[in-house]
């Protein structure tokens, strides 16, 4: 298939699509992380990026900081695309595990890489670097969605998500 210039402009300049996980928004407050995940969000506040946030990410800041756990308070409902960890979500992320790319400790960061490629994102962002942000790893869970039918799944830190200087 062909794109003409004007049709891959448009698919250039969509906004990215990006899952983050429950170490994103905690990067926003912790100093090793702040500076790329303030420019993540600084992002969603421009209007560049939409945020993909599961039903999983809110129960996980229930027991988080104040100041975490409200931390997405702080932007418009558009911003957002909330999703669920459907049955669907659910089995996928038991095939990472069932397919040895992690140990069961790690089910909710493969919940959540199961809903970023279930509802297929562009990337999802993560500190995790043991358990998402791992290339190993990440070429275990994409296997796993090859196999099952899925795509594969971009994985990157925040840092790797920044605009420098006059990119745009």
Known sequence: ????????????QMKQRIYIDTSVVGGYFDSEFAEPTQALFERLKNGE???????????????APERVKNLLNDYDDDCLERVSITDEVKELANQYI??????????D????IAAATFFRVDVLASWNFRHIV???????????????GYPI????????LM???NEQ
Do not use: Q
């Open 134 to 148: 791992n290339l190993t790893r990440i070429r275990g869970y994409n296997g796993v969605n090859i196999k099952h």
């Open 49 to 63: 990026v939409v945020f993909v946030v599961s039903d999983l990410l809110f129960t996980e800041l229930e027991n």
């Open 98 to 107: 069932a397919e040895g790319v992690v140990g069961h400790t790690s089910l």
């Open 153 to 160: 799944i971009e994985i990157r830190n925040p840092k790797d």
């Open 109 to 112: 960061d493969c919940r959540h």
């Open 163 to 165: 605009i420098y200087g």
């Open 1 to 12: 298939m062909r794109f003409g210039s004007s049709t891959f402009s448009r698919i250039w």
